[in-house]
Every structure is written in structure tokens, then in C-alpha cells.
């Protein structure tokens, strides 16, 4: 299984010219805040190009903000077990995943580098990767979920 991370942006465009990967599922995050700012934005529309989707509306917030914004660990990325649960799903169905943030820099690289680390202890390449910031707190939330399926599905 490859996992890549890319930027709204770069979707976008593989979508624009016509090059999306075959046999790809897709890890969406998107902004809740943005909506404040521009009634007009929603999540990236993948139908018709990627094979599977996983949407997840959550902020890019850090352990530090977690609080100030009046969210626990506990309680953020509250879907995080149906993720693990669609991770594995796609890769049994031998699919490659891609994981897409606004900039792909922080979310989409904090779950990139649960998935590469649960799978095939490479969750390092995407830390030391200068263009990304993984949001540790999302690379923590579905590494541990991830791990929890595993252990539940013996």
C-alpha cells in the first residue's frame, strides 16, 4: 500500500487533469473554520475519481489550542475509531491512500506517518520530510486507533 499526502491544491489538479490514481481511497480533512470566514467552502468532491472516501471535518489544532478552543484529547477526532476501521478496510482491498489537508503539511501528514508507522514502522519519513508539520495529535489519535483494531480483530 503507498500513502501519500497531498494539499487541496495538488488534488484539485491530479481531479483537473484527469491523472487521479486508480485503485486509490482517499483521507479528507477539512476546515470547520473556513466556513466562517467563506459560506462557499465544503470538502473537496472526490466522486467519480477515487475509489473510497473518508471525510473528516476537525481542525488543525495542536495538545497546546486543544484547550484555548475548549476541546480534550478525549473528546477530539471523536471519529477516529471508524477511521482506523476504513484504513483497514482499504487495505484489504489492496488500495493505495491518499490523505489530503487544506496544505498538506499537518493533518494529512500526522495520519500518513500512523498509517506508515502501524504498517511498516516508516512513520519517520514523513517527520523528517522538511514540507510537512505533522499534527502530532492526529498522528497519536490514529496510530492508537489503528493499533486498538488490530488488537480487537485477531
Known sequence: MKVSVYSREEAEKMIA??????????IS???PKIKHIDSEY????????ADEVFYSELDDLDIG??????????????????LAEYIYYVYG?????ICQCEYGQSRSAGC???????FYGTGIDIFVDYRRYPNQVVYHKVFDALNRFAENNK
Do not use: S
Open 17 to 26: 487533469d484527469g491523472v487521479f490514481p486508480k485503485n486509490t481511497a482517499v
Open 29 to 31: 480533512f477539512y476546515d
Open 42 to 49: 465544503d470538502c473537496l468532491d472526490y466522486y467519480g475519481y
Open 65 to 82: 489550542y486543544l484547550t484555548r478552543k475548549g476541546n480534550t484529547y478525549d473528546a477530539y477526532f471523536p471519529e477516529v475509531d471508524e
Open 93 to 97: 482491498k489492496g488500495m493505495d491512500i
Open 112 to 118: 500518513a506517518a500512523a498509517i506508515l508507522q502501524h
